[in-house]
């Protein structure tokens, strides 16, 4: 028996959704002078007009890098599809931000790395998490730089 192919649930498909938040997820001034990096697991609810209804943080190395992806979310409204027949379905979305070190004054910046991973404020949950009839989606990374 064949597995059904699903539709991918954002408007334009994968690579469309990777580019949108990639120009829609601005990173503030706040991760640029913590030298902020990491992950955060978003879970959000769409109904059947794309709109989303609820943004749950599933967890985040650091509280800073939850503002501009969820800010990022907000802006992607009407631009989700749910599977046929579903009023609401819900989505899991990992995002990874970078910061891509410069070529030069590498001491200066691992100490701001090091301080920033020391300092920081991880989201996690300590109870189970029910994951429901969710669809995982793939990873957006955003990398940035000093600029």
């Given at each position: 028996?064949?597995?059904?192919?699903?539709?991918?649930?954002?408007?334009?498909?994968?690579?469309?959704?990777g580019k949108f938040f990639k120009d829609s997820l601005?990173?503030?001034?706040?991760?640029?002078?913590?030298?902020?990096?990491?992950?955060?697991?978003?879970?959000?609810?769409?109904?059947?007009?794309?709109?989303?209804?609820?943004?749950i943080i599933y967890y985040a190395d650091d509280y800073?890098?939850?503002?501009?992806?969820?800010?990022?979310?907000?802006?992607?409204?009407?631009?989700?599809?749910?599977?046929?027949?579903?009023?609401?379905?819900?989505?899991?979305?990992?995002?990874?931000?970078?910061?891509?070190?410069?070529?030069?004054?590498?001491?200066?910046?691992?100490?701001?790395a090091y301080d920033y991973y020391v300092k920081r404020?991880?989201?996690?949950?300590?109870?189970?998490?029910?994951?429901?009839?969710?669809?995982?989606?793939?990873?957006?990374?955003?990398?940035?730089?000093?600029?």
């Amino acid at each position: 028996m064949a597995q059904q192919e699903l539709a991918f649930p954002f408007q334009g498909g994968n690579k469309v959704m990777g580019k949108f938040f990639k120009d829609s997820l601005m990173v503030t001034p706040e991760i640029i002078k913590k030298r902020a990096t990491g992950t955060a697991v978003f879970k959000f609810t769409a109904d059947e007009k794309g709109s989303i209804k609820k943004i749950i943080i599933y967890y985040a190395d650091d509280y800073v890098l939850t503002i501009p992806i969820i800010e990022a979310l907000k802006r992607s409204n009407h631009k989700w599809i749910i599977p046929d027949k579903e009023k609401v379905h819900d989505f899991i979305l990992p995002f990874s931000i970078n910061f891509i070190p410069p070529p030069t004054g590498a001491d200066k910046v691992e100490k701001e790395a090091y301080d920033y991973y020391v300092k920081r404020k991880p989201i996690m949950s300590f109870d189970q998490v029910p994951l429901d009839m969710a669809t995982l989606l793939p990873t957006v990374t955003i990398n940035y730089s000093l600029k």
